[in-house]
């Protein structure tokens, strides 16, 4: 019987219980959360093993009360959770919440942190075309949403526009806007005359657009986790609350190069110092 697995609905945390479940050396069933915007389905479809993909009739939180009634909410290892049941809940997110490794949740399995991502044909040959307008270095940028931006207390648009013209002036290149449709703050930056592909791209043609830039500095998403996984430089700021989770799930090597960086949201001048040591790391 084909082993199911509900996750929960950001492509992110989905993500990080996929550079373990890949090493189960069996084909998997996911079920997703059941959360806005819908894309994760499409982002699991790309990736090997994956048997099926759909949406759950559950939210996070019944994640975390699977875990808890089971037993399997501390420490499990997959040979637990692969006994409780052909179906199960379950989620990094709480055990790297807590500052402790990737790798030792469901330590009986390796860590892929460079796991395969199957593109099209067409999003790649989509990906190149939204691409080679542009001046390179390719500087990708995701500032979320303005919701997203008061909930977590980042920067507004004031904030990221003082930041992006000195990135601008100081490096040059091409900075392009990135994000999901509902990443409404990323899309009003485009007013200052910067390019954007926000809510113009599948996840594949998005994946693949990713793979090619020359760096990506932005909000903590699933775009900025992504980018570790094709093993490419990334700077992402985090909210204090997140501050053990924004470096607890990342691959060691880039932790140590510095390739992937992570910073508290601070004043747009004081990130600009991190951006410019992080810059010095290689692509």
Request: proline share 6%; glycine share 8%; hydrophobic share 40%.
């Amino acid at each position: 019987m084909t082993m199911v697995v509900g996750v929960p609905s950001g492509i992110g945390d989905v993500s990080w219980a996929y550079s373990k479940l890949c090493n189960t050396g069996e084909p998997i069933e996911y079920e997703v959360a059941d959360g806005w915007p819908y894309r994760t389905t499409q982002f699991l479809e790309l990736l090997p093993g994956v048997a099926k993909a759909t949406y759950g009739q559950f939210q996070y939180n019944e994640i975390m009360s699977f875990e808890h009634a089971t037993g399997i909410g501390d420490h499990p290892t997959w040979a637990q959770v692969r006994a409780v049941s052909s179906r199960v809940l379950i989620a990094p997110n709480r055990h790297l919440e807590l500052g402790r490794r990737l790798e030792d949740w469901l330590p009986d399995l390796p860590t892929n942190f460079h796991y395969k991502i199957h593109i099209p044909k067409e999003d790649r040959e989509k990906a190149f075309a939204a691409l080679r307008p542009f001046k390179p270095p390719l500087w990708g940028i995701s500032a979320a949403s303005y919701r997203g931006s008061e909930a977590w207390k980042t920067w507004g648009r004031e904030e990221w526009v003082r930041f992006l013209r000195r990135l601008e002036a100081e490096v040059g290149g091409t900075i392009i806007l990135l994000g999901g449709f509902w990443d409404d703050l990323t899309h009003a930056l485009a007013a200052e005359g910067w390019p954007e592909l926000v809510g113009k791209t599948s996840i594949g043609t998005a994946i693949e657009i990713l793979k090619h830039l020359d760096g990506y500095i932005g909000f903590s998403s699933g775009l900025g986790i992504l980018r570790t996984v094709l093993n490419k430089r990334v700077f992402m700021m985090w909210p204090d609350h997140q501050l053990e989770l924004s470096t607890s799930w990342a691959p060691p090597h880039m932790l140590e190069s510095g390739r992937y960086a992570a910073s508290r949201w601070m004043h747009p001048d004081e990130v600009w110092v991190r951006v410019k040591l992080w810059l010095e790391t290689p692509n």
